[in-house]
């Protein structure tokens, strides 16, 4: 009796030693790249454009480039607004969604569509992205003065004052890269669309090459 309880005890020990062995020696599974979805109007959408010269493909093209391990999930659409975002916002964000870009509110603005409207869209935005314990890049955007300054001035605050709130990345304005570049200002059919709205692909390169940075570093708040 004892001689088999020891060759049973035996064996075991031999079989833990090889299961050690064989993890060990396991190779490592690879880490699934982080799933970032963009939640935006035509300028995410990439209007105007061949789809390899898009925002998303050319962002997507921008980590790789480096290294980031991410996927871009192109949730764009055409003349959307902050309400719109928001009607589609909880199936955009689906289980495999590790991290979400917001960039609403251009045509808002174009529709005159008072900011405190605005707002309470994007706040609802947010609010479900915190709730599923996603980490945000929130954009904001230029408004002109079409309606005053006062509705301006109000308009363009909503997107640091959430951002403060809701403790997300902000990049000021999605064509901050442009408005701000005297290269643009001195020639700007050559970066931007026969509308003079939307970027061509020169455009939205330059506007990737300076959002890009802050998309690495919402993929490493999001990362696995």
Avoid: C
């Avoid at 880490?31 to 010269?53: F, K, M, N, R």
């Avoid at 251009?106 to 005159?112: F, Y």
């Avoid at 931007?192 to 919402?218: K, S, T, W, Y």
């Amino acid at each position: 009796m004892q001689y088999g309880l020891f060759a049973r005890r035996r064996k075991l020990a031999v079989a833990a030693w090889l299961l050690g062995l064989v993890l060990a020696h396991a190779p490592a599974r690879a880490e699934e790249p982080v799933t970032v979805a963009i939640l935006g109007d035509s300028l995410v959408a990439g209007y105007g454009l061949a789809q390899e010269e898009g925002f998303v493909p050319q962002m997507q093209r921008w980590l790789e480039a480096r290294g980031i391990e991410a996927r871009l999930i192109n949730a764009g659409v055409s003349g959307d607004t902050t309400a719109g975002g928001l009607a589609r916002v909880a199936w955009t964000l689906t289980p495999e969604v590790d991290a979400l870009v917001v960039s609403l509110g251009g045509n808002d603005v174009l529709r005159g569509i008072q900011p405190e409207v605005a707002r309470k869209n994007l706040q609802g935005i947010l609010q479900t992205a915190r709730a599923q314990g996603l980490p945000v890049l929130l954009v904001g955007i230029q408004a002109p003065g079409n309606y005053g300054p006062d509705y301006k001035q109000a308009f363009e605050a909503i997107y640091p004052d959430l951002a403060r709130q809701f403790d997300t990345l902000l990049y000021p304005g999605f064509l901050q890269a442009l408005t701000e570049n005297p290269e643009v200002s001195a020639s700007p059919g050559d970066f931007l669309q026969a509308d003079f709205l939307h970027p061509n692909a020169r455009g939205v390169a330059l506007i990737v090459q300076d959002m890009g940075p802050l998309l690495a570093e919402l993929v490493a708040r999001a990362g696995h």
